[in-house]
Nanobody, 115 residues
């Protein structure tokens, strides 16, 4: 079964840190771009950060300097290190992977930041 499996969400106080992980399974194609998006209640799904197979990165302005996206050596995994978390970072975080001929989404993991 082709899927992205996410882990690492949870509840944290403002100023704290969390690390999200995502791994692609069931597919042998290279993941050209992997990344993270988030969706808060009542809002659209927005880009958080992406990283290419060449490890070029792109970040939303709201997370620059606080979040770091990285990929594993096998290039089928992606991580999001989130530091200095703010209440407004609360959302469901979705992993995304783009490959030739397709696009995958994870099931989402909840991140809740309390004040």
């Amino acid at each position: 079964q082709v899927q992205l499996v996410e882990s690492g969400g949870g509840l944290v106080q403002a100023g704290g840190s969390l690390r999200l992980s995502c791994a692609a399974s069931g597919i042998r194609l290279p993941m050209n771009v992997m990344g993270w998006y988030r969706q808060a209640p009542g809002k659209q799904r927005d880009l958080v950060a992406t990283i290419t197979s060449g490890r070029s990165t792109n970040y939303a302005d709201s997370v620059k300097g606080r979040f770091t996206v990285s990929r594993g050596n096998a290039l089928n995994t992606v991580y999001l290190q989130m530091n200095s978390l703010k209440v407004e970072d609360t959302a469901v975080y979705y992993c995304n992977a783009q490959f030739i001929g397709g696009n995958l989404w994870g099931q989402g993991t909840q991140v809740t930041v309390s004040s």
